[in-house]
């Protein structure tokens, strides 16, 4: 067995080794899971989000992606799929997923959302408890997509949901969605956190459109004032005198 320096082996092979040796042991109840790892195959009965058809998934996990407080989020690749009234729209086999459980992996972050869901709104996460809520949200997004066609152009704009399903291991709703290749919208500093012109996002996109245009924007910060004061010809900032 591979030693860490801390002394804690949670290499894979030593994961499913562990698994194995729990399971040899016949106990009558069931191992307590707080989330799966690399090699697991997922087993669901999944509803398909338009149309809500019925199918069965395996599901290989090939990597634990991470989470926050909605849940955990693992990338998954489609092995097996029986679609007995109609092929559901999305899921192909041998296509890479998105899984995500509406369960938090970390204790603190379940703990703590469980916390204020229980004071705001005295009732559990709906979408962890209630197969209909998962549904409404996956339903809701889809409709996200149609606006984001109108709004950019394209659907892909916000990733499709396909299916969502009931983990019994870990007593939690999940849904399959589209893998997004990529990183986090906006994942770097925010360089015009505190631009000239105020503080509504309205004011700050405007301003930082007006100095991508700005002729001297290279020789910012001499610019500064020029740039929030720039705005190109015709464009709608500069009808109101350039503000
Ligand atoms: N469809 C996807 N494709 C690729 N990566 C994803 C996808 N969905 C989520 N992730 C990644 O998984 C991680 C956790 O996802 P997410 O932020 O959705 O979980 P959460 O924090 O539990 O939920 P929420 O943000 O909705 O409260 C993030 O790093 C995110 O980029
Ligand atoms: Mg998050």
Redesign the pocket.
């Known amino acids: 067995m591979k030693e860490l320096s801390t002394g804690v082996d949670d290499s894979p092979g030593t994961i499913v080794h562990l698994k194995e040796a729990f399971r040899r042991q016949g106990l009558a109840r069931p191992m307590r899971l707080r989330r799966y790892d690399a090699g697991d195959v997922l087993t669901y009965d999944i509803t398909g989000v338009a149309p809500a058809r019925a199918a069965r998934v395996r599901l290989a996990v090939e990597k634990f992606?991470?989470?926050?407080?909605?849940?955990?989020?693992y990338r998954a690749r489609l092995v097996e799929l029986a679609a007995p009234h109609g092929e559901l729209p999305g899921l192909e086999v041998g296509r890479e997923y998105?899984v995500?459980i509406f369960l938090?992996a970390s204790s603190f972050a379940r703990r703590f959302r469980n916390a204020l869901y229980a004071v705001g709104f005295q009732a559990p996460f709906q979408i962890q408890v209630n197969p209909a809520a998962a549904r409404a949200g996956a339903l809701w997004q889809m409709l996200i997509r149609r606006g984001a066609a109108l709004r950019f152009g394209t659907e892909g704009a916000v990733?499709a949901i396909y299916a969502t399903f009931v983990d019994r291991q870990l007593g939690s709703c999940g849904e399959i969605?589209?893998?997004?290749v990529g990183r986090?919208w906006r994942f770097e500093v925010n360089d015009r956190l505190w631009p000239a012109g105020g503080g509504s996002w309205a004011a700050r996109e405007t301003t930082s459109a007006r100095r991508s245009t700005c002729p001297r924007r290279n020789s910012w910060p001499a610019s500064w004032p020029c740039c929030t004061r720039w705005a190109p010809r015709n464009s709608p900032a500069s009808t109101n005198g350039g503000r």
């Open positions: 992606v991470g989470g926050g407080f909605a849940g955990q989020v998105a995500k938090p990733k969605s589209e893998w997004i986090l």
